[in-house]
C-alpha cells in the first residue's frame, strides 16, 4: 500500500516507517521537521509540513492509498478529513488514547484525566470527527506507552475499559498495530483498545 504516515519524526512514528518499509509498503514521511528522520532508506517520500496546514496535507495526500496519524488532534483530524476526501483517498488510522472512554480502573482513568484533561478531550473531538467523516476510519486507543522492546504481541479489545492486557504497550508493539490495521478492511469503522501483552 501506499501509506501516508504523520507523526513520522515521533517514536511511535519512526517505528511505522521502518516497519512498514519493512513489510514492503511505499512510505511516506509527513513530518514538521524532517531533519529528525533519523533514517529515510527505502523511504517512498518525505514532505515537510504542519499536519495543522491543509495545503500542505492536500500535497501529500495526493496518491496515497491511506493515512496513518500517529500523533492524534482535531486539527488533524479536520485538515486530513477535508484534503482525503479532495483526493479520494479513504483509509486512515487514527492514534488516540484508551483514557478517552474509559471508565475503570477508576482512581488511574481519573488521576489521567486530572493531568491531561485537555488532550483527552480534543482527541474526543477527533474521533468524534473521524467518526461521522463518510472514511474508511480506524481509532487505535492506546494504553501507556514506553520505549522498551517489543513484546511482539498486543492485546486489542473493543470495549470502552480495557478487558484484560498490561497497562504498559511497547511503542513499537504500537506501530505494529497500527499497520496491521490499516491492512485489515474489517477494522474500518472500529475503535480498537489496544494494550500490552499478559
Ligand atoms: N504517550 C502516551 O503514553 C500515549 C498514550 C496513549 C495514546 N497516545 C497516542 O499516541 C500518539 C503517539 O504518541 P508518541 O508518544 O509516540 O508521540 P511523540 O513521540 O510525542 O510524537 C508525536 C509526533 O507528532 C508530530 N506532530 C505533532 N503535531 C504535529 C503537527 N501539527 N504536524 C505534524 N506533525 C506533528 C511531532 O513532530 P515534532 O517533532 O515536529 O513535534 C512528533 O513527530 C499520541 O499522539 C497519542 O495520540 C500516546
Redesign the pocket.
Known sequence: MKIMV????????KHVLTQGVNRGHEITA????PE?LADRAGLAGVHQ????DLEAVRRAVQGQDAVIA????S??AATLITAMHEHGVRRVV??????VPATRPRLAVSLAWLFFREAYVD?ARAEGMLQVSGLDWSIA?????NDKPPAGRVHIDFEANATGGAMQLS?AD?ATALLDTVEDPALIGKALGICGPR
Open positions: 504523520i507523526g513520522s519524526t515521533g517514536r511511535t512514528g509527513f513530518a514538521r521537521r529528525l509540513g504542519d499536519a495543522h500517529a500523533v492524534g488532534g486539527r488533524i487514527m492514534t488516540s488514547s484508551r483514557s482527541l486507543r492506546a494504553t501507556m506507552l511503542r504500537y
